[in-house]
């Protein structure tokens, strides 16, 4: 029998609500075994690989995104609406449905921060930790998502954006002092509406010049899929 998957092992432990410290005690491990697991830096051996089976079933595989998960789940233990989840966090229902669904996997921490406070539950460690490494560009920092549609969810820092549509599909790269204002300028451009833009993702990138390199070098290596400034417009500093 095959090992199960890291994405599986992570996706059966959080629909069975099982923390890593849980389901490392069932199977007779360390919880550091299980997160080496879950990140795929290790596999189960046969004994424990059947042990996993066994506490948390042998359905299909399918990729999920823990934060979402966690969300989901948080929020139906309330009997909240995903409507009224945004109320009290303040936050789209829109955005709360891209995270939930994936969409946006790795919001920004203002926003993880809302959600918990209005759910009063603390985001599990574990949790936490997948955002920031899944997200984490050596060097760099850490990529966050947000919302393009909502002004709420848009970052002000300087940085590199990449706004993508419905299939996910890196459709536009910015790069500006203020990302916030570069993306309300774009409101009023034709394509900025969903479905063609339905996310975005972030990079804090403080040095002007090395904006405009990894700028550049993004726009020429997505080439034809950067559909809407494969020519690198819109690279003027405001």
Do not use: C
């Amino acid at each position: 029998m095959s090992a199960m998957k890291p994405s599986e092992i992570r996706r059966r432990r959080l629909e069975a609500n099982l923390s890593q410290s849980k389901l490392a005690e069932k199977v007779r491990v360390s919880p550091a075994l299980v997160s080496r697991w879950e990140r795929g830096r290790s596999e189960p051996a046969d004994e424990e690989n059947e042990k996993l089976r066994e506490i948390l079933g042998s359905g299909v595989q399918s990729d999920v995104n823990a934060f979402g998960e966690w969300v989901k789940r948080q929020r139906e233990k309330s009997s909240w609406t995903v409507t009224e989840l945004a109320n009290k966090s303040g936050l789209s229902a829109p955005a709360i449905y891209k995270i939930e669904g994936g969409e946006i996997s790795n919001p920004r921490q203002s926003t993880r921060d809302k959600i918990a406070s209005a759910l009063g539950v603390a985001i599990p460690n574990d949790v936490a930790e997948e955002l920031s490494e899944s997200s984490e560009i050596e060097g760099l920092g850490e990529m966050i998502d947000f919302d393009p549609h909502a002004e709420s969810e848009l970052p002000s820092a300087a940085g590199i954006y990449v706004l993508y549509d419905i299939s996910e599909r890196p459709i536009y790269v910015g790069q500006g002092s203020s990302a916030a204002s570069r993306l309300k300028d774009h409101r009023s451009r034709f394509w900025y509406k969903d479905p063609i833009v339905r996310s975005g993702s972030f990079i804090e990138i403080k040095n002007k010049t090395l904006r405009l390199q990894i700028e550049k070098l993004l726009i020429r290596f997505l080439r034809r899929n950067a559909i809407i400034n494969k020519q690198n417009v819109d690279d003027d500093e405001r």
